[in-house]
């Protein structure tokens, strides 16, 4: 088992910044690959940004060049520095982890196997 706790989310102005943690406990972290979901009410979960276990990272048209996800696999912990947030972004955000290879899709929710609390993002206009 894998124990996921999101820290970092809050109440920012459009255009701010800030970072969110995804802190791992109970396995060798550096044996999963991370990704970042969000979600608003009535919609479903949708897929912000990944990072594998050698790195490579993965995000959508939709927030690249805005959002980065990185990893400190020392710390056990991910990260995603959000810039330059817009009202939109407003959401829950989740991040999953997976030790799964081939079965992995990094924008796909169901490929992952943990999921952690979810943190409040709120961008204000």
């Known amino acids: 088992q894998v124990q996921l706790v999101e820290s970092g989310g809050g109440l920012v102005q459009a255009g701010g910044s800030l970072r969110l943690s995804c802190t791992a406990s109970?396995?060798?972290?550096?044996?999963?690959?991370v990704g970042w979901f969000r979600q608003t009410p009535g919609k479903e979960r949708e897929f912000v940004a990944a990072?594998?276990?050698?790195?490579?990272?993965y995000s959508p048209d939709s927030v690249k060049g805005r959002f980065t996800v990185s990893r400190d696999n020392v710390k056990s912990t991910a990260y995603l520095q959000m810039n330059t947030l817009k009202p939109e972004d407003t959401a829950v955000y989740y991040c999953?982890?997976?030790?799964?290879?081939?079965?992995?899709?990094?924008?796909?929710?169901?490929?992952?196997?943990?999921w952690g609390q979810g943190t409040q993002v709120s961008v204000s206009s």
């Open positions: 999953a982890a997976t030790s799964g290879g081939s079965s992995w899709s990094p924008w796909w929710a169901a490929s992952y196997d943990y």
């Open positions: 109970g396995r060798t972290f550096s044996n999963y690959a």
């Open positions: 990072i594998g276990w050698s790195g490579t990272t």
